[in-house]
């Protein structure tokens, strides 16, 4: 199991990717229709996962950053804006 989160978001970046090769192998329009839409969605979500990651930390002017998936544990109780 991977525990840092730069390369935990890689390994998933990769797989995503993946699933946007299947639809542009189809080689129709539909697929790659299919295949830009998916592109759009992973954007939206890979910047909103990253901003609100990075939103308390900026808040409370921690010099830490989050590095491992354990940093995550436990964000509810130390932040108020995931309650």
Known sequence: MEK???RFFGYASINQIGFIL???SCG???G???AFLYLFLYIVMS???VALFLY???LSNSSSFLV???DLKGLGKYHSFYN
């Open 28 to 30: 129709t329009l539909e």
């Open 32 to 34: 790659y229709r299919n």
């Open 68 to 70: 491992y998936l354990t």
């Open 22 to 24: 299947f639809g542009v």
């Open 4 to 6: 840092r989160l730069k």
């Open 47 to 49: 910047i909103t996962i």
């Open 56 to 58: 308390p930390y900026r």
